[in-house]
């Protein structure tokens, strides 16, 4: 086996970091007022100068900003396109004292449209930090939330009448052509890696939420594969050169989850039919499953293995995980997978329950257990 020159890495990671605490004070003096925006990113930026260290003196080669601009790693995205609405999600308490961020009302409003680039300007202070290093073979990332998230939080009783009289093709044509805007422009300036992240596929894994989808008229039998499509509409606009990869969740909040499930329903339509070039999937627990559905994996496409919780910080053991990559391996070539935790640090501006001590030294696993495994 050997190093992949090339995105994804057989070391690779999600891509949101734990927010020091005093970026969360400099956000709370910013929504009351107290300071201004160009002051909260130069906080941010501070911030972002030390997360980008962070990653490179953990021995990782893909870099991203840590997600120190969002508070929601979906909402501060979608809500910059044309025609989106959404409200901003409130949390849960539940029976066992855990807490759950009770999804956002996303809804389209209007045309799709790509009215700004959203992520350019993050990403060119990424680059020059990551550049400012000076080591080779680090790669700047972004993070971007899938576009499927448009559809399946209200399926088509939270898409505009309107402004889509039907959804087959002129809303995924819009959405796609308003995504494919925002990867040109990254790619412009020098962007070659982004990540999808995408909880509705994930979630056509738990029955509870595959119910619910049929409540909202929805089959989640025919649903995987209908994203697969509209996944595929921007593929197709994607930059030469460009790795477009996913990464399923099944919630991220404060060390909860919202989901659980076996990839089986989804896989086929995943694996098979969707021309992106790598899946980062969740495999840190009994809620994923067994690796059988990696028997769909297509030719020249890499799934990165979740096998690392951020949820909590007890450190997983080198041979375990070397145990689960040879049981993966069993159903997709090993040249065909790489290694990661299974979700970012802090999806939401909260973060997991784990110390940042603990987030070095599961990226350093990571890290060392991939080394050992492919060389």
């Known amino acids: 086996m050997t190093t992949r020159p090339n995105p994804p890495f057989r070391a690779d990671h999600v891509g949101s970091f734990l927010r020091p605490a005093y970026l969360l004070e400099a956000r709370e003096k910013k929504a009351k007022g107290e300071i201004t925006p160009e002051q909260l990113r130069e ?5 972002i100068d030390e997360i980008v260290r962070f990653q490179a003196d953990a021995g990782l080669q893909a870099i991203t900003d840590g997600e120190f601009r969002r508070t929601y790693f979906h909402i501060d995205f979608l809500d910059q396109l044309g025609g989106v609405k959404t409200d901003i999600p409130f949390t849960i308490r539940k029976p066992d004292g855990t807490e759950e961020l009770a999804p956002p009302a996303i809804r389209v409003i209007d045309k799709v449209r790509h009215v700004k680039d959203i992520q350019l300007a993050d990403f060119q202070y990424l680059k020059s930090r990551v550049e400012a290093l000076g080591k080779p073979g680090l790669l700047p990332k972004v993070t971007i939330p899938s576009p499927t ?17 039907e959804l087959d093709p002129m809303f995924y044509d819009d959405v796609a052509d308003a995504y494919g805007a925002e990867l040109k422009s990254l790619a412009d300036a020098g962007c070659t890696y982004v990540q999808m992240d995408d909880t ?3 979630y056509l894994c738990d029955e509870k939420m595959r119910e619910a989808a049929r409540q909202r008229g929805d089959d989640p039998n025919e649903l995987p594969y209908r994203y697969a499509d509209f996944i595929n509409k921007v593929v197709a606009r994607k930059p030469a050169g460009m790795t477009l990869a996913m990464h399923l969740c099944r919630g991220n909040f404060k060390s909860t989850h919202a989901a659980a499930g076996n990839y089986e329903p989804v896989a086929e ?3 098979s039919k969707m021309n992106l070039d790598a899946f980062f999937l969740e495999y840190d627990d009994d809620r994923s499953g067994d690796f059988r559905p990696l028997r769909f994996l297509s030719k020249g496409k890499i799934v990165v293995l979740g096998l690392v919780t951020t949820k909590f910080g007890q450190l997983e053991s080198k041979d375990s995980l070397k145990r689960r990559i040879e049981e ?5 070539p090993i040249d065909q997978l790489c290694l990661s935790p299974q979700c970012g640090f802090s999806s939401t501006v909260h973060g997991n329950n784990i110390a940042v001590e603990d987030q070095r030294r599961k990226l350093e696993l990571v890290v060392e257990t991939a080394q050992e495994v492919w060389g």
């Open 43 to 47: 906080v941010e930026d501070r911030a």
């Open 149 to 165: 998230m448009l559809h399946f939080r209200g399926g088509r009783a939270g898409i505009s009448r309107e402004a889509y009289p």
């Open 200 to 202: 509705n596929l994930a």
């Open 269 to 271: 339509a995943l694996l």
């Open 328 to 332: 993966a391996a069993q159903y997709a």
